[in-house]
């Protein structure tokens, strides 16, 4: 299989393409750079190409500016001049599949998941609860999934955390002390939520990572979610791309090293998924990026300093 270009100087000194090889494409990748350095260019790019040997692709889109890759493009004077002075052939101009996707609804397919699959862990790290209240979100978790009782939007969550608050003294012995303050605390959490919209994204149907997973006519569709709004609550858009990131790596089977990956998913301003983050949190994520290779997923973080990444 033709490898992926990544960069081309110019060649009058000897230098040759900076290539990807799509058999090690699952051993993820990074890329960094101050504003205005190229970095969502070299994201689109990278996209593309995978797209076009069949690689389905998660993209998020932070600036509103990555949804012209569904159109064609078209050769310019400046775009010419750059082929040329670099020997390189005129690029087979062409769309690529896209769906677009927003946790608000508002400019692609609405995403939906439920408290249940977000979990304890993740959520505490969006609601930026200390280790207090965060034992006492995992204990409400616990009684849950012991009663079977399925927490499907944060209306749900609410409500559980007010019959354990109102009967404490009962879950005392197999759930440990649960203070009405700490309860307090976590249901201000949930109301500041909702007051930012967040409570669109609990809910049902939840999306299935299947529908990640798809092809047309050959070419990997790419999956660009609408974060232009989710941006403006770090803590929800890296929470979100967690989740799906956890998910993906839950329902992927083993496959090893392929041909090229099954999936890839570029993770843009990856700051944000370590800043503020408990030690938990970032060695599960630490755990999914080392494991998910072998499932045939590459992740490509995007940040302006590889130090931003732990």
Not at 119 to 138: E, H, I, K, M, R
Not at 268 to 293: G, P, W, Y
Request: one cysteine or more.
């Amino acid at each position: 299989m033709e490898p992926i270009i990544v960069a081309q100087t110019d060649p009058s000194d000897g230098s040759r393409p900076q290539v990807i090889l799509p058999s090690l494409a699952n051993r993820h990748g990074c890329i960094t750079g101050a504003t205005g350095t190229g970095k969502t260019v070299s994201l689109q790019c990278l996209a593309e190409q995978f797209s076009r040997i069949g690689v389905p692709v998660f993209m998020a889109d932070v600036k509103g500016d990555l949804t012209g890759i569904a159109v064609q493009g078209a050769m310019s004077d400046k775009l010419k001049k750059r082929l040329e002075s670099h020997g390189m052939p005129a690029p087979v101009f062409g769309a690529n599949p896209v769906t677009l996707w927003d946790v608000f609804g508002e400019q692609g397919h609405p995403v939906r998941a439920t408290v249940s699959s977000m979990g304890p862990l993740l959520l505490s790290t969006l609601l930026a609860l200390n280790d207090t209240q965060s034992g006492v979100l995992t204990a409400a978790f616990k009684f849950a999934a012991d009663k079977q009782m399925p927490i499907v939007d944060l209306k749900d969550l609410q409500d559980l955390l007010t019959f354990i608050g109102e009967n404490a003294r009962q879950f005392k012995l197999d759930y440990g002390n649960i203070s009405a303050a700490t309860i307090g605390a976590i249901q201000r959490g949930l109301l500041k939520l909702q007051t930012q919209g967040a409570d669109k994204f609990f809910g049902e149907p939840a999306l299935d990572i299947d529908d990640l997973m798809q092809t047309v006519d050959g070419k990997g569709v790419v999956n660009i979610l609408a974060a232009d709004k989710l941006i403006a609550n770090p803590a929800l858009y890296a929470t979100f791309l967690m989740w799906i990131l956890t998910e993906i790596y839950n329902r992927m089977p083993e496959v090893g090293d392929l041909e090229k990956p099954k999936f890839v998913f570029f993770f843009d301003e990856a700051h944000m998924l370590f800043d503020n983050c408990s030690k938990e949190v970032t060695e599960k994520v630490e755990q999914v990026v080392r494991l998910i290779r072998s499932k045939g997923v590459g992740i490509y973080f995007v940040t302006q300093s590889p130090l931003d990444i732990p």
